[in-house]
């Protein structure tokens, strides 16, 4: 069942609507398994009269009930899933449908034709993957083009200064396909807030402190050095370590948008102000150096071949050759 997300009311998910929206913003992502169902309740009832101004996204996957069909992406439970999150949502369609995470008990070919179908009844105009693997998603791909169904158009990863893996294959095979990327957690569930320092607890009312383990730490000395970096450039610019994470993230390539889950008005006014923020070519190699992943194989391999891999594996190298 669907685990509890974010403490907001209708109201005031309403003025958040509407601050994100006075600043260009036009996509709102939710899903049906954020707090049960509630979290599309809201976000319809906010939107209101507004609804046909941005772009809903949400996904089907996880559990929303105890019976063995309540959950995965077999055509059964993506069929009921679109319906129940349109009922929920108030809205005749859903703007990017979005598979939540991978199901191998299904055959891929039931998963993409539902959710083809879907598309062609209108009820979806268009479908993502969100947490596959390289080969998964490769895969779906596949699928889709051997049986002439639609294609997913994006895919929601994890993605930030603490944890930049996403690079090794998901953001490779995005150029290389034409995929957007939506990136959930930009801020490393407040990680990257600078908040969090070295040597101290977790600050009450965090959700490190609530207990939220999302994204998990591998190496704290390397990401406290990447929020010392992103103190001290902050500082330069005036502005918070969050908003040089999100700008840092948001200039990568392939990504189209982050996605941001704001507690308050006065941090979601701060996440906005990302879009505006430039950071210079200096800025940007330092937090590229200080956050950055060992290679793994064969991309190692390849760096010594790097003058013909291609702007998709160059993306992943470039970091590595200065």
Known sequence: MGLPIGHLDVEAARRQIDMAREAGVNLIDTADVYSNGLSEEILGQALGQHRDEVLIA?????????GPNDAGLSRHHIIEGAEASLRRLGTDHIDL??????DGQTPLEETMKALDDLVRSGKVRYIGASNYTGWQLMKALWTADRHGTEKFVSQQIYYSLQARDAESELVPVSIDQSLGILVWSPI?????SGKYRRGQDAPEGTRRFEGWSEPPVHDEDRLYDTIDALVEIGDGHGVSAARVALAYTLAKPAVTSLIV????????????????????DEEVARLDAVSLEPLRYPHWHQLGASDRTGPATKALLEPHLR
């Open 58 to 66: 949400t996904k089907v996957r996880g559990g929303m009930g105890e």
């Open 97 to 102: 449908y979005q598979v939540h995470e991978w």
């Open 188 to 192: 490393a569930g407040g990680l990257l």
């Open 261 to 280: 889950g704001a507690r308050t008005e006065e941090q979601l006014a701060d996440n906005l102000a990302a879009a505006d923020l430039a950071l210079s």
